[in-house]
């Protein structure tokens, strides 16, 4: 009996188990994210004109929002940009968020939000990057403008009053 003992010890020293490398990989990831914040602040800021309000999560995320104001004044908009684990790697979601919607023909509040003014961008980036990619900067400065100015442009275009969008605040 004592032998049985003796392989069982035996067999878990053979299993090969040693320190796990998850705890490296998230004290990576987590500096990986912490270095990104100014990056994403500058961004956001770049495209708002304002700087962003930060929240930190668990370590493993963070969440920043800037406030988005829209050319005709009419209701409030905000870029969010969350930086978060995503399984080995970090991911940066930014969206807009806004209470726009299709006015009624008489001008009140419909329940069809305006998607014109919606926008949303993801990018994936490897453990111990601390930049942006600069084609991804360049399309969310101009994918949010665009976003942002929807409405008014549509309109432009379509210059007959049976064509104009209106909008409201929800």
């Given amino acids: 009996m004592g032998g049985s003992g003796n392989n069982l010890q ?3 020293d053979m299993t090969g188990c040693t320190e ?14 912490e270095s990104l914040v100014p990056a994403v602040e500058d961004l956001l ?6 700087a962003p309000e930060t ?3 668990d370590r ?12 005709d004044g009419v209701g409030h908009g905000q870029v969010l940009a969350s930086i978060f684990r995503w399984r080995d790697t970090i991911r940066l979601d930014i969206a807009v968020e806004h209470n726009r919607v299709f006015a009624t023909p008489r001008g009140g509040t419909s329940d069809r939000r305006c998607f014109l003014n919606d926008y949303q961008a993801s990018v994936t980036l490897e453990i111990g990057k601390d930049e942006l ?6 399309e969310v ?6 976003a942002r100015d929807a409405v ?6 379509n210059n007959a009053p049976w064509n104009q969008v209106l909008v409201t605040a929800k």
């Fill in 45 to 50: 800021q770049r495209i708002t004109g304002a």
């Fill in 152 to 157: 008014q442009r549509y309109n432009r275009r």
């Fill in 55 to 57: 929240t930190e999560g």
């Fill in 141 to 146: 400065i101009s994918g949010i403008s665009a």
């Fill in 20 to 33: 796990s490398k998850i705890p490296v990989l998230s004290r990576d990831l987590e500096e990986t994210i």
């Fill in 60 to 71: 493993t995320e963070i969440v920043m929002e800037a406030p988005l104001r829209f050319p």
């Fill in 10 to 12: 035996l067999e878990s």
């Fill in 133 to 138: 990619p600069e084609g991804f900067r360049r």
